[in-house]
């Protein structure tokens, strides 16, 4: 019988996860000198976590979970998203009550959503996230989207766009949500079935449909920032203004609604302009959530973060020609002649990983010239000849790859000069 991997996932071999250790390695970075602090949660949950957090009308909820049933009998679902986890892990431990507020917290874990796969769409895919819990003060939003970009473009990503809207406060919501209803309902039969549940339930989610999208009263629809009272209006200048301040360019639309129930006042989205990126543009998505941590159980604390997933970030760098600076080659490759020096490498070897270097030989009883190639192949600065009359005098016959110089070196010297030489 023959396996396959199961669609919409990917094995990630070697010559990329090397890729994926530096992008990781980049957001640990970035995370801290920002002040967030990693948190990692389970990858899955209780379903009804999902179903109240995401909620039951988005088209995670209602068509892309993974959910299954455990030996006792309990619903569980793989995390489509990690929001939730993060706010059930906020109230679980009282974060509330820790001294530091915001909380500020970051994620990197594989994700599952039953998708139509796509280039850009998987059903297992990997996102970076990034919660602040615990302040509603505006200049929050400007850091969490500033945290975001800044991450893309010390990647060196260019042609990217920030899109921002306000989906205003609870009030401006629900004026909006009548305006909506007022102005899809009297023809709402010719929308598609998904819409003509969301018009009672979540009107918002019919702006976000990809079945009506051309639909001319998706046009012609009420814009929410039309809908925004003072303090909605306030609050979206002031992320506006430290967006302005911090020199991040941003574009306002106010048709973006994002595909979660949980948003209110900021929403955001970053896209990449141009070719090569086939249907998906949307490399971040993001925004506020002041009535989560309560609807989850906690008490009543704003929320603000973003989650993007490093497959459509690599992508982005692969359509942009970007080459990542990545580990290569081997620092040294031993090179044994005879028997007693190849019994005598697993020593060596062990002696020079210890002391910090790269370092590889051969197992597969290859001649002398068979190794020079795989040195060659695997790229190593430097190979440590081991013959005879080397180990007569513990040294070896160190020959540098560049310029094909050699020369005897005692053992305990081999570290130092290939320190020196880097
Ligand atoms: P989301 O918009 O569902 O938001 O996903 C955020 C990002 O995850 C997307 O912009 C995209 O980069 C990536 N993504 C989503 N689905 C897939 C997929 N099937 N394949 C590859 N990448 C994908 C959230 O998940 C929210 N939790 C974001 C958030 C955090 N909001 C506040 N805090």
Request: a negative charge.
């Amino acid at each position: 019988m023959k396996y396959k991997i199961p669609r919409g996932t990917q094995d990630i071999l070697p010559s990329e996860s090397k890729k994926w250790q530096y992008i990781e390695q980049k957001a640990h970075d970035l995370c801290r000198r920002y002040n967030y602090k990693e948190i990692r949660t389970p990858v899955f949950e209780q379903t009804e976590l999902f179903a109240r957090g995401v909620g039951d009308t988005t088209d995670i909820v209602q068509k892309e979970m993974y959910t299954f049933e455990d030996r006792g009998g309990r619903s569980l679902t793989l995390r489509p998203e990690g929001t939730a986890s993060t706010v059930r892990a906020f109230v679980e431990n009282k974060m509330h009550g820790w001294a530091d507020q915001p909380v500020k917290l970051y994620y990197i874990g594989p994700m599952f959503r039953y998708e139509r796969p796509q280039s850009g769409r998987m059903r297992q895919f990997v996102q970076l996230g990034v919660e602040a819990m615990g302040s509603d003060d505006p200049a929050v939003d400007a850091e969490v989207i500033g945290l975001a970009m800044d991450f893309y473009q010390e990647l060196g990503l260019n042609n990217l766009k920030l899109v921002i809207n306000s989906l205003g406060d609870v009030e401006s919501r629900n004026n909006h949500r009548n305006a909506l209803i007022d102005h899809f309902k009297p023809r709402i039969s010719e929308f598609c079935g998904d819409c003509q549940t969301r018009l009672e339930k979540n009107p918002l989610r019919i702006l976000d449909c990809k079945v009506d999208k051309d639909h001319e009263l998706m046009k012609t629809a009420p814009s929410i920032l039309d809908y925004l009272n003072n303090e909605s209006k306030e609050y979206f200048n002031q992320v506006k203004k430290y967006l302005t301040d911090m020199n991040i360019a941003y574009e306002v639309d106010s048709r973006l609604v994002r595909g979660l129930d949980y948003y209110n006042n900021t929403a955001f989205e970053i896209m990449i302009d141009g070719e090569g990126f086939g249907a998906i543009t949307t490399l971040t998505g993001g925004g506020r959530y002041n009535g989560l941590v309560e609807e989850i159980g906690g008490p009543a604390t704003p929320g603000i973060g973003f989650a993007l997933s490093l497959e459509r970030l690599l992508m982005a760098l692969e359509t942009q020609g970007i080459e990542l600076p990545v580990d290569q080659g081997l620092d040294a490759y031993i090179v044994t002649m005879g028997e007693a020096a190849k019994n005598a490498a697993p020593k060596l070897l062990h002696q020079l990983r210890k002391e910090g270097l790269k370092v590889d030989a051969d197992y597969m009883k290859k001649k002398v010239k068979g190794q020079m190639k795989a040195a060659d192949r695997q790229q190593a600065d430097y190979v440590l000849i081991l013959g005879e009359d080397e180990l007569a005098e513990s040294s070896v016959m160190m020959k540098t790859m560049k310029t094909g110089e050699q020369e005897l070196v005692p053992l305990n010297e081999i570290k130092d000069k290939i320190f020196i030489a880097d």
